[in-house]
């Protein structure tokens, strides 16, 4: 777990780039940090493996407080991931994802295994990509020798700061796909900072939006979406809207607002599947479809007027 207790921080112009930040990361969680350029992010995730040291306020890995080890020692203990990559250009690629494990003492044998089977899981043949140097990599490639790197040494924890920022639009969702996709991400706590509101409602469990260093809301893609805080998270999100309550939404979510008649014709969907997902399905598929398991019909019109109905709930009740 990791927890930010009353952290504030400020520069030299006075004014606090961090202001009382208090949040909890479970373990195995993905709490994405979102919010404008200047709203305080980075700045966490800088504090939280003391590239920034706090003016005041504490920070925790378990129960242990960051003060009471070596920025070295805790670096070793936590991959990160910058927009920029930071590989070392003069390494190849090999030998820039061997830099952790070899300063934690690695025999080679085992760091050149490391290092060839996470270059496999994130597609990058070692026997094309291992001894090429950074320049010679697509953007795309570069990105991924340096989540390669930060995973090499399997540290539980994986700050990420704007991972994908420099990329073009296809290649950011491609890789953000390859992401999510990565079973070697499934136990770790991963903080992401960005300010893409689509990437952080596809790939955090929570999302804090913060703005001006403080938090504005946290919680989960539904709760900011159809309960939110104040007046700047209904605003952060509205330019959006629809499309992430269509991606965040799953059937399971509108299910008691559907109507029942009409019988089981048409595909068996999961009750997992997202409305976004559904409604692509249903296009041009005049059957239908029904929730698996379930005996309803299922139509373009019916979820439409489902959803209309679960988000009266929630203003009325605060809850579906």
Same mark, same amino acid.
């Given at each position: 777990?990791?927890?930010?207790?009353?952290?504030?921080?400020?520069?030299?112009? #006075?004014?606090?780039?961090?202001?009382?930040?208090?949040?909890?990361? $479970?373990?195995?969680?993905?709490?994405?940090?979102? #919010?404008?350029?200047?709203?305080?992010?980075?700045?966490?995730? =800088?504090?939280?493996? =003391?590239?920034?040291?706090?003016?005041? %306020?504490?920070?925790?890995?378990?129960?242990?407080?960051?003060?009471?080890?070596?920025?070295?020692?805790?670096?070793?203990?936590?991959?990160?991931?910058?927009?920029?990559?930071?590989?070392?250009?003069?390494?190849?690629?090999?030998? !820039?994802?061997?830099?952790?494990? $070899?300063?934690?003492?690695?025999?080679? *044998?085992?760091?050149?295994?490391?290092?060839? @089977?996470?270059?496999?899981?994130? =597609?990058?043949?070692?026997?094309?990509?291992?001894?090429?140097?950074?320049?010679? &990599?697509?953007?795309?490639?570069?990105?991924?020798?340096?989540?390669?790197?930060?995973? @090499?040494?399997?540290?539980?924890?994986?700050?990420?700061?704007?991972?994908? %920022?420099?990329?073009?639009?296809?290649?950011?969702?491609?890789? =953000?796909?390859?992401?999510?996709?990565? /079973?070697?991400?499934?136990?770790?706590?991963?903080?992401?900072?960005?300010?893409?509101?689509?990437?952080?409602?596809?790939?955090?469990?929570?999302?804090?939006?913060?703005?001006?260093?403080?938090? $504005?809301?946290?919680?989960?893609?539904?709760?900011? &979406?159809? !309960?939110?805080?104040?007046?700047?998270?209904?605003?952060?999100?509205?330019?959006?809207?629809l499309e992430l309550e269509l991606k965040s939404l799953r059937l399971r979510d509108i299910w008691p607002y559907l /109507?029942?008649?009409?019988?089981?014709?048409? *595909? @068996?969907?999961?009750?997992?599947?997202?409305?976004? /997902?559904?409604?692509?399905?249903?296009?041009?598929?005049?059957?239908?479809?029904?929730?698996?398991?379930?005996?309803?019909?299922?139509?373009?019109?019916?979820?439409?007027?489902?959803? !209309?109905?679960?988000?009266?709930?929630?203003?009325?009740?605060?809850? @579906?």
């Amino acid at each position: 777990m990791i927890k930010v207790s009353h952290v504030s921080k400020s520069f030299s112009h #006075g004014k606090n780039a961090v202001n009382d930040l208090s949040f909890e990361v $479970q373990p195995g969680e993905t709490l994405v940090l979102l #919010g404008t350029s200047g709203c305080g992010k980075t700045t966490t995730l =800088r504090m939280i493996n =003391r590239l920034l040291i706090p003016d005041t %306020g504490d920070i925790f890995i378990g129960d242990k407080n960051i003060n009471t080890e070596t920025p070295e020692t805790l670096r070793r203990s936590m991959g990160y991931v910058l927009q920029n990559t930071g590989l070392f250009p003069h390494y190849t690629v090999l030998e !820039n994802i061997a830099v952790v494990p $070899q300063l934690l003492g690695w025999d080679k *044998t085992r760091i050149h295994s490391r290092a060839l @089977a996470i270059l496999e899981k994130l =597609r990058l043949p070692p026997a094309t990509y291992g001894d090429v140097y950074p320049q010679q &990599l697509s953007g795309g490639q570069q990105q991924r020798v340096g989540l390669a790197r930060a995973l @090499a040494a399997d540290p539980p924890i994986l700050l990420m700061d704007e991972p994908f %920022g420099a990329l073009d639009p296809l290649t950011r969702i491609s890789v =953000r796909k390859e992401f999510k996709l990565l /079973d070697e991400l499934n136990s770790k706590t991963i903080i992401l900072v960005t300010h893409d509101v689509e990437e952080a409602f596809e790939l955090g469990n929570r999302i804090c939006i913060m703005n001006e260093g403080r938090i $504005q809301q946290l919680g989960s893609a539904t709760e900011l &979406l159809f !309960n939110p805080a104040n007046d700047f998270v209904r605003h952060f999100l509205d330019k959006q809207r629809l499309e992430l309550e269509l991606k965040s939404l799953r059937l399971r979510d509108i299910w008691p607002y559907l /109507d029942s008649a009409g019988g089981s014709t048409g *595909t @068996a969907l999961p009750p997992d599947t997202s409305c976004w /997902d559904t409604l692509e399905h249903l296009t041009g598929n005049k059957a239908g479809s029904i929730l698996d398991g379930q005996n309803k019909h299922l139509d373009g019109n019916i979820l439409i007027t489902a959803i !209309n109905a679960y988000k009266k709930t929630v203003s009325q009740y605060g809850h @579906a």
